[in-house]
């Protein structure tokens, strides 16, 4: 997984970057946790988003956000993060002008981010949202949400109260024109653990079963 560098707003952003075979392969971006908790592209969360996504076929892009590893600038407070998230979809939409759907998913801190970013850039098609932390940031912002998605969290997560998860998906689920699909990995803290393989399978799975290997036009 080659390492890029990309021009962000406060100087480089230091990505990971695979580049799928399929000139028309769908495109999608991970978004790791909190940059003042220790948050990085190399998180195991984000890396088995990552590697889940490139294994179905996705031109997939990790990054970290300013100030952390070798990226530049510094944290503030998710503002100048979202800058970075979009900055990140710009380079990878420029090296994929044909990608037949856009992505887009994040763990924790990330998932607050890439929410966000779904509300601006209407070309994302659909979203995996990790351990989404509803007590810590206010997510009313999505209103209405405009895509489908899947949301993950553990049972014993102490960061993140699965309650606090719950709510957030049963007021997104209300919406007409969406499906929310929420799993609750049993045993499973805020970071997953020995669970990781679960959180994994079960990205796969609702990626299997939610984008399309072709365009309509193309299925045979």
């Known amino acids: 997984m080659p390492e890029v560098m990309i021009n ?10 695979l580049h799928a075979e399929d000139p028309g392969a769908p495109i999608a971006l991970m978004l790791h946790p909190h940059p003042q908790h220790g948050g990085t592209m190399n998180n195991k969360v984000v890396y088995q988003l990552y590697q889940t996504f490139v294994a179905r076929g996705f031109s997939t892009l990790r990054f970290n956000f300013r100030g952390v590893g070798r990226s530049q600038g510094v944290y503030s407070g998710g503002e100048g993060e979202l800058s970075d998230a979009a900055s990140a979809l710009d380079w990878v939409q ?3 002008p044909n990608a037949r759907f856009c992505w887009i998913a994040g763990f924790s801190f990330g998932a607050w981010i890439g929410m966000q970013l ?3 850039r209407p070309e994302i098609s659909g ?16 209103a209405p949400c405009p895509a489908s998605g899947l949301v993950i969290n553990g049972d014993k997560d102490d960061i993140v109260p699965p309650d606090s998860v719950k709510k957030l998906v049963d007021k997104l689920s209300t919406q007409k024109g969406i499906t929310i699909t929420h799993n609750v990995i049993k045993g499973a803290n805020h970071f997953f653990g020995p669970q990781i393989d679960d959180l994994g399978g079960i990205v796969g799975r609702y990626l299997d079963a ?10 045979t």
Do not use: Q, W
């Not at 962000?8 to 970057?17: D, H, K, N, Q, S």
């Open 210 to 219: 939610n984008v399309p290997a072709k365009d309509p036009e193309e299925a």
């Open 94 to 96: 420029t090296y994929n």
């Open 127 to 142: 979203f995996v949202s990790v351990a989404p932390p509803a007590n810590l940031f206010d997510f009313t912002f999505l």
């Open 118 to 120: 779904l509300m601006r």
């Open 8 to 17: 962000g707003p406060e100087g480089r952003i230091e990505a990971r970057y």
